[in-house]
């Protein structure tokens, strides 16, 4: 990446009103990573308008998130049982051209089609299983528990949708496509095991219970 496009991704966004010339530094979170603490459950982390800070700022919802990347998982599977049952009757096409010259033509035929089955009983409960998994036990957890949203920064519980400036006019940030894309990408990416990334890329680290209460630990 030249050092061009990187000026480009760390421009600061700012944030603007509609009906008047207000403008504000939009709070930053390119340095900071954000991740549940160990043994609770992933909320969803989204970027809200806070009353009491005056600015946007990540908020802990208290709402669970999908099994995505076991959904995946799953499919894949799906596709794998489907290709087996595919090359196997493929090999019954072939197996029955020649029959009059195989012995145990037979017991080979059955025992394929013993394999087609198992092939489908697997799709069967994986289905079932994919069927389950849209509901994962993040959004299960935090469906019951019915925290309630609090801002990162300050543990506010009210956000606007559409904030209002005094003005009248509404309240936006003007941050480029990639400074934002940016943002995003770091959130939870920092494995618990290698905490050595946050020391050596000098990151700080909020990480948030199942209430959404923030410990914040800084880079030394």
């Known amino acids: 990446m030249s050092k061009t496009s990187i000026n480009k991704v760390w421009r600061p966004a700012t944030v603007k009103c509609t009906g008047c010339d207000y403008s504000k530094s939009l709070k930053s979170y390119w340095k900071i990573v954000i991740r549940p603490k160990s043994g609770v459950l992933t909320s969803q982390i989204l970027k809200k308008y806070c009353v009491k800070c005056e600015n946007f700022s990540m908020w802990f919802m208290g709402k669970g998130v999908e099994n995505i990347e076991s959904e995946e998982l799953l499919n894949w599977s799906i596709n794998h049982q489907e290709n087996k049952i595919k090359n196997i009757q493929e090999e019954i096409i072939e197996l029955k051209k020649y029959s009059f010259l195989r012995l145990n033509f037979t017991k080979k035929l059955n025992h394929l089609k013993r394999q087609i089955d198992a ?14 998994i849209k509901i994962s036990e993040s959004v299960k957890f935090y469906n019951a528990l019915k925290a309630k949203p609090r801002c990162m920064e300050c543990g506010f519980e009210k956000f606007d949708e559409i904030p209002k400036h ?32 946050l020391q050596e890329k000098k990151l700080k680290l909020y990480e948030y219970d199942q209430y959404g209460n923030i410990t914040i630990y800084k880079a030394t």
């Not at 936006?172 to 095991?193: A, M, N, P, T, W």
Request: hydrophobic share 30%.
């Open 119 to 132: 092939c489908q009983a697997v799709i069967k409960d994986l289905s079932i299983n994919t069927e389950n």
């Open 166 to 197: 005094n003005c009248g006019g509404n309240l936006f940030y003007d941050g480029k496509e990639r400074v934002q894309q940016s943002i995003e990408y770091r959130i939870g990416l920092i494995d618990k095991d290698q905490e050595y990334i």
